[in-house]
């Protein structure tokens, strides 16, 4: 008998040429004041070639770790959940899409009146999961059942501006490793994505190490650690590196560097 294996996936977009659901977008993002409801809309796809998918909406929170992978919770555990305050359709939370259909969720966020905290952003995670497993067959040819679930990051953010603030706690060169290894804080009250970009010359030569930019995402408060990998293979001399962290504020950008040798 072959062994049936049944499969969890977070924020999948397809799985097989036989089974998969598509959710767009993944991120969405609520800017209202207290006791006021918005609406946005969110669109799911069964990209399944044969098989119709029988799909729950469920809640839960979520945050990062210091790395930047995401760590799932139950809903209304963390301090800046706002679960409570999301709802769909009724005729929403349980529905059927046959192979190729999709469907428009409406996604309303309501803020209690009376605030329960002085957060200025809160999150939540919103899933679309699938009840009824379907067949499939592994990499290895043994029978699976396959079940599907995906999720929207939910942010929110009160009408009210708030400042960003990235502040870089640590700047190192890993010898052994050959790259840099970057800490920073998220000292904002809000949410805060940007790009790291990174250039590294060779102070001897003047020859410049190529540095690919790197995609972060953080909450307040995250103090995340960054690898900075090196493009090609360090020459022996001394190096000047210089990092620069934007985070989407037009009138500050975050800048580190770091003097180091290579022998």
């Excluded at 060169?173 to 805060?192: G, M, Y």
Aim: with cysteine; charged share 20%; aromatic share 8%.
């Amino acid at each position: 008998m072959n062994k049936i294996t049944f499969l969890f996936y977070f924020l999948v977009i397809q799985i097989s040429a036989q089974t998969g659901i598509s959710v767009s977008p993944p991120r969405v993002y609520f800017d209202s004041g207290s006791g006021s409801s918005s609406t946005q809309k969110i669109t799911v796809t069964n990209v399944s070639t044969k098989n119709s998918l029988d799909l729950a909406v469920s809640l839960g929170d979520w945050q990062y770790d210091q790395y930047g992978e995401n760590m799932m919770h139950a809903a209304n555990t963390l301090k800046n959940s706002c679960a409570s305050w999301i709802s769909v359709k009724k005729s929403d939370n349980y529905f059927t899409l046959a192979p190729g259909e999709r469907k428009e969720l409406d996604v309303t966020i309501t803020v209690p009146a009376i605030a329960k905290d002085t957060l200025s952003s809160h999150t939540a995670l919103l899933y679309i999961s699938q009840m009824n497993p379907v067949d499939d067959v592994d990499s290895k040819g043994a029978n699976i059942k396959v079940s599907i679930r995906s999720g929207i990051k939910i942010f929110h953010k009160s009408a009210e501006a708030v400042t960003k603030k990235v502040e870089i706690k640590d700047l190192k060169f890993d010898k052994a490793k050959s790259n840099l290894a970057l800490q920073f804080e998220n000292q904002s009250s809000i949410w805060v994505d940007g790009k790291i970009s990174t250039e590294i010359i060779n102070t001897s030569t003047g020859k410049k190490v190529p540095v690919d930019d790197i995609v972060f995402y953080t909450l307040p408060g995250d103090l995340r650690k960054i690898t900075i990998p090196m493009g090609s293979v360090l020459e022996k001399g001394s190096y000047n590196a210089s990092v620069m962290i934007d985070y989407g504020d037009p009138s500050s950008l975050e800048i580190g560097e770091l003097n180091f040798n290579y022998e």
